[in-house]
């Protein structure tokens, strides 16, 4: 069974920074490209950041870029998503999600519970 | 900037049909778009009801169908239920791993 399980959101100020990662089981963590996607309270969802199953293509939407910084460990079978500079319209909760069959395509997909992020003084 | 467009809100009486739309702010949907469905109710991770325009994934009732209307992806509900209240995001691949969010449409069943 494939599981997503994220951890590393919390309360943060304005300008700080955080560290979210997602332990991957059930699959083979190094075939998939991987994901972050958040939701604003009351908004939808979010495309924030994608990285190839080798960690060598990374994508960033442009509320994002320059400030998130997504990597992977493959021998651990963990998604990291990296925050810096944060601003208070980066709250949200953040799904980990695997988006992507293995061949690359928008096919079946699996999503983590999310974890919160709060910017806030 | 590539927008998805969807209809913010949409009501459908029980053991009804309602049709859902996706387009495209400049061009049309096509099935080169992979486009996927996605429901979410309030406090839940989404699930995916459609991917590549018409296959249901698993698990997903076949009162949920996918296809291309004219230039725009299309989710159908047939027969709505109560607990088919939710909202539905339609999901568009652009390619080189890029996928863009529509705003997702807020569906009342009453």
């Known amino acids: 069974e494939v599981q997503l399980v994220e951890s590393g959101g919390g309360l943060v100020q304005p300008g700080g920074s955080l560290r979210l990662s997602c332990a991957a089981s059930?699959?083979?963590?190094?075939?998939?490209?991987m994901h972050w996607v958040r939701q604003a309270p009351g908004k939808g969802l979010e495309y924030v950041s994608a990285i190839s199953s080798n960690g060598g293509s990374t994508y960033y939407a442009n509320s994002v870029k320059g400030r998130f910084t997504i990597s992977r460990d493959n021998s651990k079978n963990t998604l990291y998503l990296q925050m810096g500079s944060l601003r208070a319209e980066d709250t949200a909760v953040y799904y980990c999600a695997r988006l992507f069959d293995s061949s690359g395509y928008p096919t079946t997909n699996y999503w983590g519970q999310g974890t919160l992020v709060t910017v806030s003084s | 900037q590539t927008v998805v467009t969807q209809e913010p809100s949409f009501s459908v009486s029980p053991g009804g049909t309602v049709t859902l739309t996706c387009g495209l702010s400049?061009?049309?949907?096509?099935?080169?778009?992979?486009p996927s469905w996605y429901q979410q109710t309030p406090g839940q991770a989404p699930r995916t009801l459609i991917y590549s325009t018409n296959t249901r994934s698993s698990g997903v009732p076949d009162r949920f169908s996918g296809s291309i209307l004219g230039n725009k992806a299309a989710l159908t509900i047939t027969g709505a239920q109560a607990d088919d209240e939710s909202d539905y995001y339609c999901v568009l691949y652009m390619g080189s791993g890029i996928l863009v969010f529509g705003g997702g449409t807020k569906l009342t069943v009453l």
């Open positions: 400049s061009g049309s949907v096509s099935t080169s778009y992979y």
């Open positions: 059930g699959f083979t963590f190094s075939s998939y490209a």
